[in-house]
């Protein structure tokens, strides 16, 4: 615990203690949209989070995570469909799922050294790949989805059915545990070895730092918990379709909030989460209103330009040093 | 096997030969921009879809056939793409490979949803009179409009080639490429010369997508399915090498024709994808690509 809250000023401590009773206090205080806003922010800083690891600590860019997304979510809805076996239970299946499918991409990745635009590439072939055989895949439902039943005014933690206040609670769980997994890694000297690698891979291997090793752990680690996250995903929905749970869109959407908050930072991909969400939400209000198709996606993309061109380092830097409260700088 | 099987064998490889001309003049453009500048253009499947749009656009409400209409959209595209270059991805040369990558999605959302805004969801098809010749050469029939597409990608490709080999700006371009800070030191105007080459690009890309209209009918959600098309051919051809983008449209033309001949149609971007991470990981740099190309 003192590791933990090192070297993190007490105005920090107290401000993020308010956050966090808030954010328990929220199902209380927020009518059932406002909770729905909140639950996808929380799902895409949890998500944004788990990318960071391996794009914002370690350097590497991956463009394919909806791959370890679906295969957990489809690990453990088909479970529960097929054999009736609960989520907790499925959610070790689908984190197994994802780690081995992390470690094939990173391995074959790694050792035949592709970096950059070709690493990302890698990432993106995988997930299509995936997709595709989804698609053809009777067991999971193939293309035309794996559907769970609906249970309406239940409440069944044991295979997590029941409202949004359950679903609520559950994400916001793995956030806050996401977060703080996140300010240990990063303290640790994994961290320290993954900070090195993402400056200069060639130095941080001369002065002995294991940099494959170091490489498989941040997209293990970082796929088991998007598997999480695909998990909570399936069983909110309710639905799984290849097209949502692997395709390129599902992967750019977990990229984003990382990358708009601020990369490798540890607030980034939250205040990116919602900034983006905020956004959607208004911006499906204006479409509404307005009437054309895509035109919410015009918005989004007019934003997304503005930020980058703005703000490339993300929002949470510039509004941190606002607010004075920097992240030390890692 | 019989000789109907090998005929109807023929037969797809040579629609996915024509197919992939066009292919390949499509992943020219992603390949020329990225050979020079070393930016990945993540809004090419998305320029693919406005300049097919445009050729719709121009036969339906103004009755000029695509292959009229494309050295017109090549211009304005090169336009664009010049413009593009100079008032928003300019900065961004040097910046890290994902905010490069945000931009482009910027601008690749932008593309495919103001297409979506103005066209609507509907698919849409140019209907031309050559619809339903063809050329028959022994047992093989040529569809006509495939025929005309294939020639004409081959043709704005020679012209690309001569450009690049025989004018000044082509060579200048070329020089910049292979050597930044040489081309500054003998006083080229680099900037200049990185805008131009997004034009060229961009003209590609859309004369491809005036050339793909005659073929294939026209939706704003192809968009995305292009980028990864364009990316897998450049991967598989080489990326930065224009001969490579070439014979990678053309392996994938035939290898998607084929295994949507033997196998299930849905199966057959598998196929490629599969294609893809093997030349990944066994030659990144592509099959005509150079080692240092990385």
């Known amino acids: 615990m003192s590791r933990l809250t090192a070297g993190v000023p007490p105005r920090v401590l107290v401000m993020l203690a308010v956050l966090l009773a808030l954010l328990v206090a929220a199902p209380a205080l927020l009518g059932g949209y406002g909770l729905s806003v909140l639950i996808l922010v929380l799902y895409f800083a949890y998500v944004g989070q788990a990318w960071n690891i391996m794009m914002g600590f370690a350097g590497q860019l991956s463009l394919g995570h909806a791959l370890y997304a679906g295969l957990g979510g489809y690990a453990a809805a088909g479970l529960y469909f097929h054999y009736g076996i609960g989520p907790w239970a499925g959610v070790v299946a689908a984190v197994a799922a994802a780690v081995v499918a992390g470690g094939i991409v990173g391995y074959l990745g790694f050792r035949f050294s592709l970096a950059g635009v070709y690493f990302a590439l890698l990432t993106i072939a995988f997930a299509e790949f995936t997709r595709i055989g989804f698609d053809n895949w009777e067991w999971a439902g193939g293309s035309g989805g794996l559907f769970l039943k609906v249970e309406r005014n239940v409440l069944d933690i044991a295979n997590l059915r029941g409202g949004p206040v359950l679903f609520y609670y559950v994400i916001l769980i793995l956030a806050v545990g996401c977060f703080v997994l996140c300010r240990v890694l990063l303290e640790s000297k994994l961290g320290r070895y993954w900070l090195a690698i993402r400056e200069d891979a060639e130095a941080a291997q001369a002065v002995g730092v294991p940099v494959l090793r170091c490489k498989m752990l941040a997209v293990t680690i970082s796929a088991a918990l998007t598997a999480v996250a695909g998990v909570w995903n399936g069983f909110y929905y309710n639905n799984l379709f290849p097209e949502t749970a692997f395709g390129i869109s599902r992967s750019i959407e977990i990229t984003l909030s990382p990358i708009i908050g601020g990369l490798g930072t540890l607030f980034g991909p939250f205040v990116g989460a919602i900034v983006l969400t905020g956004m959607g939400e208004i911006f499906t209000d204006l479409s509404d209103w307005l009437h054309i198709a895509g035109i919410k996606q015009i918005f989004y993309g007019l934003a997304l330009l503005v930020i980058v061109m703005y703000r490339p380092a993300g929002v949470w830097p510039w509004l941190a040093r606002r607010l004075g409260v920097e992240e030390r700088r890692s | ?294």
């Open chain 2, 1 to 294: 096997m019989t000789s109907d099987f090998l005929l109807a064998l023929a037969q797809a490889i040579a629609k996915g030969l024509l197919t992939g001309m066009v292919y390949g003049l499509m992943a020219l453009g992603l390949s020329v921009i990225f050979g020079v500048m070393r930016v990945v253009n993540f809004a090419h499947g998305e320029m693919m879809v406005v300049g097919m749009y445009l050729a719709w656009a121009a036969f339906s409400y103004a009755e000029v056939t695509p292959l009229i209409s494309l050295p017109l959209i090549a211009l304005l595209f090169f336009a664009l793409g010049y413009l593009l270059q100079r008032g928003l991805i300019s900065p961004f040369i040097n910046r890290p490979e994902h905010q490069q990558f945000l931009l482009l999605l910027a601008i690749a959302t932008l593309l495919a949803n103001g297409a979506l805004a103005i066209a609507g969801p509907d698919s849409r098809v140019v209907q031309l009179d050559s619809q339903f010749d063809s050329y028959e050469v022994g047992p093989l029939v040529f569809d006509a409009v495939r025929v005309h597409a294939a020639v004409a990608a081959l043709a704005i490709a020679a012209l690309l080639w001569l450009f690049f080999t025989r004018t000044r700006t082509g060579k200048a371009i070329r020089a910049a490429a292979d050597n930044h800070m040489g081309a500054l030191v003998v006083g080229l105007d680099v900037r200049r010369l990185y805008a131009f080459t997004f034009g060229v690009g961009a003209a590609c890309v859309g004369a491809a997508g005036a050339l793909m209209i005659t073929i294939v009918p026209v939706t704003p959600f192809l968009a995305a399915e292009y980028t990864l098309l364009a990316f897998i051919i450049v991967i598989v051809g080489g990326l930065g090498s224009m001969t490579g983008a070439l014979l990678g449209g053309l392996l994938i033309g035939v290898s998607e024709a084929v295994a949507g001949l033997l196998l299930q149609p849905s199966l057959k971007s598998m196929f490629s994808f599969g294609l893809l991470i093997v030349v990944l990981l066994l030659r990144p740099q592509g099959l005509l690509g150079r080692k240092d190309a990385r």
